[in-house]
C-alpha cells in the first residue's frame, strides 16, 4: 500500500523559519503535492514535485528525494496567517492520496 | 471562490436515510475526486473519475456511490446513513488525470458539511 507520515504538529515563532517533512512508503508515484488548510475551509495547493529537487514559490518552498523516500515544505518569514494544516500528497495511479497533515502553530 | 462548486454546504439528516452530495468542477477541468474528512483526520480518497470515467477507488464504503455526468459534473450517494458518516466532503478537480502533471493540482470546493443524527 501506500502511507505518508507528516509530524501531527509543529511550532514557530513569526518571521522565523519552519521545514514540515513528509516521508513515504510508496513508488512509482508521479510526484508529491503540498496543500494548506485553514480551520473551517477547504486545502489549497501550494506547491508540486514532480522531479527530485527545490521548488520555490515566494515564502514557500518544497524539495523531493525520490531516493529517500522524503520530501518536505519550508515555509519562510512565518506569518500569523500562515497558521494553518499542511498535506503532502501523491499522485500514485490516479489516486491522489493525503497524509494526515500537520498542524502548523505560530506564536507572535 | 475556487470555481468549484459543491452544493448543499450543509446537511443534517438521520441515520438510515439517503443523501446525495453534487459537484461542479472548475470550468475546463476533465476529473473530478471525491474526500472524506473526519474531525482531526486527514483527507479520505474515495473515488476519482475522468471525463465520464471511474478511474480510480479508494476505501469507498459500498454503500456510497458516485458518478460523472456528460456535462462533468458528479455526484456522490450516501446511503443507509449511520453515525459514523458525519463529516466534511470535499469534491476536488484537475485539468488532467495519470502521469499528466496537471493531474497533481487539484482546486478544491468549499465542502458538505453531512451530520448524521
Known amino acids: 500500500g501506500q502511507s505518508l507520515e507528516q509530524p501531527s504538529e509543529v511550532t514557530a515563532v513569526e518571521g522565523a523559519i519552519v521545514q514540515i517533512n513528509c516521508t513515504y512508503q510508496t513508488s512509482g508515484f508521479y510526484g508529491l503535492s503540498w496543500y494548506q488548510q485553514h480551520d473551517g475551509g477547504a486545502p489549497t495547493f501550494l506547491s508540486y514535485n514532480g522531479l527530485d529537487g527545490l521548488e520555490e514559490t515566494g515564502r514557500f518552498s518544497s524539495f523531493l528525494s525520490r531516493s529517500d523516500s522524503y520530501g518536505y515544505l519550508l515555509l519562510q518569514e512565518l506569518q500569523m496567517k500562515d497558521s494553518a494544516s499542511y498535506f503532502c500528497a501523491v499522485n500514485r495511479d490516479d489516486k491522489i492520496i493525503f497524509g494526515k497533515g500537520t498542524r502548523l502553530h505560530i506564536l507572535p | 471562490d475556487s470555481g468549484v462548486t459543491q452544493t448543499p454546504k450543509h446537511l443534517i439528516t438521520a441515520t438510515g436515510q439517503r443523501v446525495t452530495l453534487r459537484c461542479s468542477p472548475r470550468?475546463?477541468?476533465?476529473?473530478v475526486y471525491w474526500y472524506q474528512q473526519s474531525l482531526d483526520q486527514g483527507l479520505q480518497f474515495l473515488i476519482q473519475y475522468y471525463n465520464g470515467e471511474e478511474r480510480a477507488k479508494g476505501n469507498i464504503l459500498e454503500r456510497f456511490s458516485a458518478q460523472q455526468f456528460p456535462d462533468l459534473h458528479s455526484e456522490l450517494n450516501l446511503s443507509s446513513l449511520e453515525l459514523g458518516d458525519s463529516a466534511l466532503y470535499f469534491c476536488?478537480?484537475?485539468?488532467?488525470?495519470?502521469?499528466?502533471?496537471?493531474?497533481?493540482?487539484?482546486?478544491f470546493g468549499a465542502g458538505s458539511r453531512l451530520t448524521v443524527l
Open positions: 476536488a478537480s484537475s485539468v488532467g488525470s495519470g502521469a499528466n502533471s496537471g493531474a497533481n493540482v487539484l482546486t
Open positions: 470550468s475546463g477541468d476533465l476529473s
